[in-house]
């Protein structure tokens, strides 16, 4: 995994996937639904990379998704190689804004973009919180 920074929002993540049967529908490409997966997977590669679930754990905070706005572009296919470029674009009080692709490795075709909302969660309270200082200032490393 390799990664670049951008100073006006967050560093670009990649994660590569590689497509498995148990990923094909009966159409015989990558059923929509497991893209999510993917997507989610990027998220947490992205986040393992920085400090933001530790800092986000020592204030009893998760983030849960409120939104998916997901463009299918192109079909994956079995055995194909996914590079999922993940990058943090907005920050507000309590979300955080995830703008994503996956590219079929290796080529310049976009097999999805997606913008995921995600929203900071108390753990204790069950209850949507604001973002700290400290954890935005993380999101953008």
């Known amino acids: ?7 006006t929002t967050g560093r670009v993540s990649k994660t590569t996937i590689k497509v498995r049967n148990y990923h094909i529908d009966s159409f015989q490409h ?3 639904m497991r893209y999510m997966e993917f997507l989610e997977e990027a998220r947490w590669c992205h986040f393992e990379n920085n400090e933001t679930l530790l800092l986000a ?33 907005k920050v507000g009080s309590s979300s955080v804004t995830f703008h994503q692709i996956i590219y079929i490795k290796g080529t310049d075709l976009v097999a999805l973009e997606a913008d ?26």
């Open 1 to 7: 995994m390799t990664e670049q920074t951008d100073t």
């Open 30 to 32: 990558v059923n929509n």
């Open 116 to 141: 995921v909302v995600l929203v900071a969660f108390d753990i204790k309270t069950q209850k949507p919180k604001k973002i700290s200082t400290i954890i935005k200032d993380e999101l953008f490393k």
């Open 57 to 89: 754990s020592k204030e009893d905070t998760t983030f849960v998704i409120a939104n998916y706005n997901i463009n299918f572009k192109y079909p994956a296919s079995m055995h194909q190689e996914l590079e999922l470029h993940s990058q943090v674009v």
